[in-house]
């Protein structure tokens, strides 16, 4: 007797197939971008929502954390463009041009596009799916992580986004902004996608913001395809401060080409449960690429970094420095792979993971990996988890420093560590501040 094995699906698993089948027709764009989602949603449906058995995933088990699957996000009406104007998008004052979407949705009269520098063309991802634009003709889903279950389920509903190029030698004066707000009052889910192609010789800095209200719990999925092109240099921040109950999931697919410079950072203060994927590839020799990231977690907050360079050509750096101060019950993961591929001679890699706690009840874990098949190679990673160091305490409080006040300072020179690296020095300035205020309101 042959018995028919079937898969249950879970309560979320279940409600994206209802939600796909409902909206796949109406989902921007046709042709080869309506076979990507179906194909994309069929990769979805054979593996399921990850769990701790997917060792990508085994720190964030996202078919227990993820109970349902919200409703799509309808439009933002009146009431809720006017509540985004009201949110901080977490980077002050600085000089910038912003690109906003309320719910998932683009706003164009909350955005900038005046006086657009010459090579610089920015759009909206829905209507360039819909209008078959070239660009995204050209690089959709080419730089994507292929075997990626979020990735999969963002291709399959992706909404809007930005569609931004920056042509060859076109230096971007002012940082653009990519802020992506909640303002719905109802539970709801939200796919962004963003496409963003910097050509030979080109210097941009890129933003990217995620914020939204403490209630209602809410679910986002984004993505961000970036195509670094040779001599290109791009700067790219993400400031994660999602509401309080928000499940979170961001992922970057970065190819970086010969004498490019690439200089990212993730800052997390917010979200229930964040996962933050990034997966970057040398694709052209002597390339520099400096990934770092920093958390800020109290409550029973949960934040997982996940990162995967790849050296597929010699002679590249990449550095990884991530730092996370965890509080209360709250959970820092950081999962990091090298992986040098043959011939890829030359590499030098280092990654390191930091993680100070400042609860019994706090945890930390951390994976890093390398996978190497070339000979010539200098790569090296390491990981720490611990207290804040009672000798340095004492140093300061020796000299008259308050107790709090010498934790505060011994928090703020940890976190400093990976945000020396930006470039930008106002938005150091910022990120500084929010650590100080942070640490203000943990007393």
């Not at 002679?315 to 509080?327: A, G, P």
């Not at 020095?425 to 500084?432: K, N």
């Amino acid at each position: 007797m042959n018995a028919e094995i079937r898969q249950i699906k879970t309560a979320a698993e279940q409600g994206l197939a209802d939600a796909f089948s409902r909206v796949r027709a109406s989902l921007p764009g046709a042709g080869a971008v309506a076979a990507l989602r179906e194909k994309a949603f069929s990769d979805f449906e054979a593996r399921g929502l990850p769990h701790r058995r997917v060792e990508e995933w085994k720190y964030t088990d996202l078919r227990a954390l993820m109970r349902d699957a919200k409703p799509l996000a309808a439009p933002p009406d009146a009431q809720a463009k006017e509540r985004a104007k009201q949110v901080d998008t977490l980077v002050g004052d600085i000089d910038r041009r912003r690109i906003v979407f309320v719910d998932g949705v683009f706003a164009p009269d909350l955005s900038d596009f005046s006086d657009l520098e010459s090579g610089l063309s920015i759009r909206p991802m829905a209507e360039a799916l819909a209008q078959g634009d070239p660009l995204v003709t050209a690089h959709l889903g080419k730089v994507a992580a292929n075997n990626d279950v979020a990735v999969a389920l963002n291709t399959a509903f992706m909404g809007d986004g930005a569609v931004i190029r920056i042509a060859e030698g076109i230096v971007v004066e002012h940082p653009i902004h990519l802020v992506f707000i909640t303002a719905g009052e109802k539970p709801a889910a939200a796919f962004m996608r963003s496409l963003v192609v910097v050509e030979r010789g080109a210097r941009a800095m890129l933003m990217e913001s995620y914020v939204g209200p403490a209630a209602p719990d809410y679910q986002i999925n984004s993505a961000l395809e970036l195509v670094i092109a040779d001599n290109a240099h791009v700067d790219l921040i993400k400031l994660i401060g999602e509401g309080a109950n928000a499940l979170h999931i961001s992922s970057l697919m970065a190819s970086v080409g010969a004498h490019a410079r690439f200089n990212d950072f993730t800052f997390t203060t917010g979200g229930l449960t964040v996962r933050n994927q990034l997966f970057v590839q040398f694709n052209g020799e002597e390339a520099i690429a400096r990934v770092h990231g920093a958390n800020l977690l109290k409550g029973r907050q949960h934040a997982d970094t996940t990162l995967v360079a790849t050296h597929a050509v010699g002679h590249c750096q990449s550095r990884e420095i991530f730092k996370s101060v965890l509080d209360d019950e709250s959970r820092g993961v950081f999962q990091g792979k090298i992986i040098v591929q043959p011939h890829a001679q030359k590499t030098d890699a280092k990654m390191l993971a930091n993680a100070l706690l400042l609860s019994e009840a706090a945890e930390a874990d951390a994976k890093p990996e390398l996978e190497i098949f070339a000979d010539d190679v200098v790569c090296g990673h390491g990981a720490t988890a611990g207290a804040l160091d009672e000798d340095l305490l004492f140093y300061l409080r020796a000299r008259g420093i308050p107790p709090k006040e010498a934790e505060a300072l011994l928090i703020q020179a940890f976190i400093g560590d990976a945000v020396e690296g930006i470039e930008h020095a106002g938005l150091r300035e910022v990120l500084m501040e929010s650590v100080v205020a942070w640490l203000a309101a943990r007393g």
